[in-house]
Nanobody, 127 residues
Framework: QVQLVESGGGLVQPGGSLRLSCAAS????????IGWFRQAPGKEREGVSC????????NYADSVKGRFTITRDNAKTTAYLQMNSLKPEDTAVYYC????????????????????WGKGTLVTVSS
């Protein structure tokens, strides 16, 4: 059974940090690029970051560049999103997704073609 399970969300003050995890099972993790997406209330889903299947290539949305870092540990079949200098506008449900591809596609941020999705974890940035 394929599963992507996000964890690590919560309430954090502006300027704080969180690390999200995406634990995968039921498929060959190191064949898949992994993306992180988010959806705030009343807004469309947004691509946050993407990492290639062996971790050699990463992509970021302009809104998070320099603040967020995506990594993966294929031995643990887990991807991570380190989020620093969090802002209230980062508040959203964060999802991870897996794409059967070595690299993130040129339109990765749209989320089309992702094969598997997690159920999300809520991040709230507020004082």
């Amino acid at each position: 059974q394929v599963q992507l399970v996000e964890s690590g969300g919560g309430l954090v003050q502006p300027g704080g940090s969180l690390r999200l995890s995406c634990a995968a099972s039921g498929f060959t993790f190191d064949y898949y690029a992994i993306g992180w997406f988010r959806q705030a209330p009343g807004k469309e889903r947004e691509g946050v970051s993407c990492i290639s299947s062996i971790g050699g290539s990463t992509n970021y949305a302009d809104s998070v560049k320099g603040r967020f870092t995506i990594t993966r540990d294929n031995a643990k079949t887990t991807a991570y999103l380190q989020m620093n200098s969090l802002k209230p506008e980062d508040t959203a449900v964060y999802y991870c997704a897996a794409d059967l591809a070595a690299r993130c596609g040129s339109s990765w941020y749209l989320g089309y073609g992702m094969d598997y999705w997690g159920k999300g974890t809520l991040v709230t940035v507020s004082s």
